[in-house]
């Protein structure tokens, strides 16, 4: 069973196998302003995924209205194809319910089977539907509602 957390400080030297082209002081930095749970003023929060005492990956929200979040999941390396993605993502969606969003949008490249597959078994629809992103990735828009 994992859990999720905000980041502290002393997280900096356990990311740093993840971010290795950043400094303990720049990732410090990093979980600085992830804990001002804003950016371009709009909510948005980074949590820790906790599984047995260790920092397995991250997920964050962002707000784009006030009914509207996405969720964005990343479990490192070692810990991905365990079933840590969607339970983070059900702890995540319960959060994003208690703070009053209504909507989980998500973005996901056309070429991304297993975030494909992660969201339908969460109850996420598409239209099928793809366009071009700005990064020039094919991308779906995902849809839950969270009432």
């Known amino acids: 069973m994992i859990a999720l957390r905000n980041f502290v400080k002393e997280d900096a030297s356990s990311l740093q196998k993840e971010y290795v082209d950043m400094s303990v002081k720049e990732i410090e930095d990093m979980i600085c302003e992830w804990n001002k749970k804003q950016i371009n003023d709009k909510y948005f929060e980074m ?16 707000q784009h209205s006030s009914e509207v979040i996405s969720i964005g999941p990343e479990i490192f390396e070692l810990y991905r194809k365990n079933g840590f993605a969607k339970e983070a993502m059900m702890h995540a969606c319960k959060i994003a319910r208690e ?14 089977i297993a975030s494909i ?8 629809e598409t239209n099928g539907l793809t366009y071009t ?3 020039g990735n094919q991308v779906a828009i995902y849809l839950k509602c969270l009432i």
Do not use: E, P
């Open 133 to 135: 992103n700005k990064k």
């Open 47 to 62: 949590f820790a995924i906790i599984f047995d005492k260790k920092i397995i990956g991250t997920i964050s929200l962002y």
């Open 117 to 124: 597959a992660l969201h339908l078994s969460l109850g996420f």
């Open 99 to 112: 703070k009053g969003y209504k909507i989980v949008s998500q973005q996901i490249r056309t070429n991304n």
